[in-house]
């Protein structure tokens, strides 16, 4: 019986391996937190977030995506122009403070694509959005998700993208739209950040804000029920 569960199961990666690149990518919301959702201690595995986003990896994988195209939170670039990183080989940002040291000899092997860069310009243009190619560092916001998902030498492109420097969301929406036509050219994107992310109010309270489960409530909705 053993050995007819381990055929099965190979069958069934054999076919995932072989099955074709979908038609049109998908869209993906990453939560990243800080650098210590690299510890395995902290964030094992074989449970919660660490076995999560290590699913999530395998499924990605799996997709086999042209690239990957991913907007960081912690790229804010101009309240009117998107910034794309079109470095081919790019360095980390440590873009955080206080955590062991560790954490600042991280490394994220990975290939990025002057080509993509080029066609995220291009593709934002012509819907009149102002977009520039640039050299910048992948920030943590990137990097410490990628790796905990397992994409380090993924064998695909990673593009790193910025967002708006401004909280206006009918902008984002529609650099969102814009971006859409890059899905069916084997392009998945991915958004990473967190739901709330308020420090200021994070530090020595006692109990969550009334806001952050009401927001995350209204999210679920959104993400659940609108069609």
Do not use: C
């Not at 794309?84 to 000899?105: A, H, K, M, W």
């Not at 009918?170 to 950040?193: C, K, T, Y």
């Amino acid at each position: 019986m053993s050995t007819d569960i381990t055929s099965t199961q190979d069958l069934q990666q054999q076919q995932r391996q072989q099955a074709p690149r979908p038609s049109r990518m998908p869209v993906l919301f990453l939560s990243h937190g800080g650098p210590n959702l690299l510890s395995d201690e902290e964030y094992p595995l074989d449970r919660g977030v660490g076995k999560g986003l290590r699913e999530i990896g395998t499924y990605i994988r799996n997709l086999k995506p042209r690239a990957i195209l991913i907007a960081s939170a912690h790229w804010q670039a101009e309240p009117e122009v998107i910034h794309v990183n079109q470095q081919q080989i790019t360095p980390l940002i440590y873009d955080f403070y206080g955590f062991p040291d560790e954490y600042y000899s991280q490394t994220f092997n990975h290939v990025g694509s002057p080509e993509l860069a080029r066609q995220v310009v291009e593709t934002l243009g012509r819907d009149g959005i102002m977009a520039r190619a640039v050299n910048r560092g992948m920030d943590h916001g990137a990097w410490v998700v990628l790796k905990k998902a397992g994409l380090e030498n993924a064998g695909f492109p990673i593009v790193e993208m910025s967002i708006f420097r401004s909280d206006d969301m009918q902008r984002h929406i529609d650099l969102g739209r814009a971006l859409a036509s890059l899905r069916e050219q084997g392009v998945l994107i991915i958004g990473s950040g967190m739901a709330v992310h308020n420090l200021r109010d994070m530090w020595g309270i006692s109990q969550v804000p009334d806001y952050v489960p009401a927001f995350d409530k209204h999210l679920d909705e959104i993400v659940l029920h609108t069609r």
